[in-house]
């Protein structure tokens, strides 16, 4: 039994809001260097490397076999879904987007788990939910037009399509999650682990194998370890630390506006007044949905 330290959750998940807020920054450079196919491949391989010896540090490796054996089919097609369909369209979405834009659309998975918990979990939408979704996507509205609300103009519809298709296979990935039994950095493990063969073929029969110098190799490393691995585990920590989960869970809400400032100061991207606004929308959604009853 974990025991419950408020102080390390909130040191966990300040560590995990803190590297999640470098990952829309970190995009962008690797995709200055690698395609999104390729970018998919490599991250996943880095990121099931990490995996593997935070299972074996952590003495769970030997629940590999276990797993793979009782549900292969379960993993295959959760490995399927997340890390190759989901970070597929994810990156593809960041390349024709400005991070600033795709960062924030992205952040609305929560409303799109709430929609799709209802015919799949068959949960019921309560007043509050209504409130978010409404706030959430006007959010999304105002970021994707850039403002420009009577013209309904988007600056970049493929790629605002595929930020918002990435929120629903992030959701739907969780809502799989939820009749998994099995521990939860082994299922990641297993579910990278089976998933690498299939982006390595998707990535040899279209955009090749890319010849990595060291900035690429240290770029798409970053993501593989900080977006896909390590802060998952920092996060998984904080939750099962945490004497009052809401609390450490808010801190999440901190991340966006970080990563705002990083891709203005690192990249240079120039931050929309539209875009900050459609954040905030976001934001104020996703906190009067967490609100307690």
């Not at 834009?101 to 019921?124: D, H």
């Not at 998984?236 to 203005?264: G, H, Q």
């Not at 606004?277 to 967490?290: F, K, M, P, S």
Request: hydrophobic fraction near 55%; aromatic fraction near 12%; charge should be positive.
């Amino acid at each position: 039994m974990t025991t419950k330290n408020q102080k390390q959750a909130f040191l966990f998940a300040i560590g995990a809001v803190l590297l999640w807020s470098t990952v829309a920054t970190a995009f962008k450079i690797t995709l200055s260097y690698l395609t999104p196919v390729q970018m998919v491949f490599y991250a996943s391989a880095v990121s099931a490397l990490a995996l593997l010896v935070i299972s074996m540090v952590q003495g769970k490796l030997h629940l590999l076999p276990s797993h793979l054996k009782q549900r292969p089919l379960f993993y295959l097609g959760l490995g399927l879904l997340n890390p190759l369909i989901y970070y597929l369209v994810l990156f593809k979405s960041y390349d024709l987007l400005p991070a600033s834009q795709a960062q924030p659309l992205n952040y609305t998975w929560a409303i799109a788990l709430t929609l799709l918990s209802v015919p799949f979990l068959g949960q019921k939408i309560r007043n509050r939910d209504w409130q978010a979704c409404g706030l959430g996507y006007f959010g999304v509205v105002l970021i994707a037009t850039q403002g420009n609300l009577l013209a309904l103009k988007f600056e970049n519809p493929l790629g605002v399509m595929l930020a918002l298709l990435s929120t629903l296979l992030w959701a739907s990935y969780w809502i799989i999650n939820t009749r998994n039994s099995g521990d939860p950095v082994v299922s990641v493990l297993l579910a990278f682990l089976l998933s690498l063969p299939f982006s390595a073929v998707v990535c040899g029969l279209s955009d090749g194998f890319a010849h990595l110098n060291w900035q690429a190799l240290v770029a798409v490393s970053y993501v593989g370890l900080f977006e896909m691995g390590v802060t998952f585990v920092l996060w998984l920590m904080a939750m099962k630390k945490a004497e009052n989960t809401s609390r450490i869970s808010n801190l999440i809400f901190i991340s966006p506006f970080i990563s705002l400032v990083l891709l203005a100061t690192v990249i240079g991207e120039t931050i929309h007044l539209s875009t900050v606004a459609g954040l905030l929308l976001i934001v104020c959604g996703l906190l009067i949905q967490n609100r307690s009853a």
